[in-house]
């Protein structure tokens, strides 16, 4: 199977639990479960839960389970977008090529999806269709907790925002970023790695093809919005430089950012380089990552 159609199926099956465990219960408003639904589903390529899933099967480790995890991780990233877009924060009117979920619903109930959705995630680590092991599952949730927060994604965004219409050197931004967006990339790797009760070996790499996958990441979707328009995007392109955002692109120019771009591809792809031919799906992936357009 190639990649494509491998990126196909894991988003599938993800797309498959998140429906089933965004169906209204008796508990929840309806405005606030259809809002959740029109955060998450239907939209996105999946690709966090692509790689805790691949990290995962390079190990040996696969089902439903496994799935349960990336959907979990799933709900933190989705969550992130619905607080990330807030007027608050990066104030945006379009992702994934549709509006918002404060422009679609209101500010509140798009607050609250976050809200729900971060814990949502907690809630399905916690059960045991994720891994019968209660170690497992305690260290998922304990690294999902730290990757999230403060020292990771959440920390991230507080140093993006106070960092406008700043100049930060370039090691700032890199700290900044990897914080943002890696941390999220460096545990999907790190997931699998824990689901297939790995050593220290194993998770040392996929720890390090995460972290340099995450920063690649970062730095492709930069020069994306520098270059890019709405209707490829599926969100507002250039608004890095409205905002005057601290960027590698900004900082270095379009040229040095893609020789920087590719110096983060091959590390993610060295990181892998001792698993050989069963590795890749996962280089595919940090190709797509480097040539996304």
């Known amino acids: 199977m190639d990649f494509d159609d491998r990126l196909k199926e894991n988003a599938d099956a993800v797309e498959a639990v998140l429906t089933d465990l965004l169906r209204s219960r ?11 639904r029109y955060a998450v589903l239907g939209a996105g390529k999946r690709l966090r839960p692509f790689i805790l899933i691949e990290s995962a099967r390079l190990l040996g480790v696969e089902g439903k389970g496994v799935v349960f995890a990336a959907a979990a991780l799933e709900c933190v990233h989705c969550y992130s977008l619905a607080h990330d877009d807030l007027p608050a924060m990066d104030d945006d009117d379009l992702r994934r090529g549709r509006p918002t979920v404060h422009r679609e619903f209101d500010e509140a109930t798009a607050i609250l999806v976050g809200d729900t959705l971060l814990t949502l995630a907690f809630e399905i680590l916690a059960n045991r269709a994720t891994a019968a092991d209660a170690d497992i599952r305690v260290e998922l949730a304990g690294r999902l907790a730290h990757a999230a927060g403060a020292g990771g994604m959440a920390g991230g965004q507080s140093l993006d925002l ?15 970023q990897a914080m943002k967006t890696g941390a999220l ?8 790695a824990i689901l297939a009760g790995a050593g220290s070996a194993d998770r040392e790499r996929l720890s390090g093809f995460g972290s340099a996958l995450g920063a690649a990441f970062q730095l492709a979707d930069d020069l994306l919005d520098h270059a890019g328009d709405a209707a490829s995007l599926g969100k507002v392109a250039r608004r890095d430089a409205e905002r005057e955002k601290p960027t590698l692109v900004a900082l270095l120019g379009e040229h040095e950012a893609r020789t920087a771009l590719a110096t983060r591809i091959a590390a993610a792809e060295a990181s892998l380089a001792p698993y050989g031919e069963k590795a890749s799906i996962l280089i595919a992936a940090t190709r797509f990552v480097g040539e996304r357009s």
């Not at 008796?26 to 959740?36: F, I, V, Y």
């Not at 990339?185 to 699998?192: C, D, K, L, T, V």
């Open 162 to 176: 106070a960092g406008e219409r700043k100049t930060l050197a370039e090691d700032e931004i890199a700290m900044l």
């Open 26 to 36: 008796d508990s929840w408003p309806e405005r606030l479960a259809e809002a959740m």
């Open 185 to 192: 990339f460096r545990y999907a790797a790190e997931a699998g």
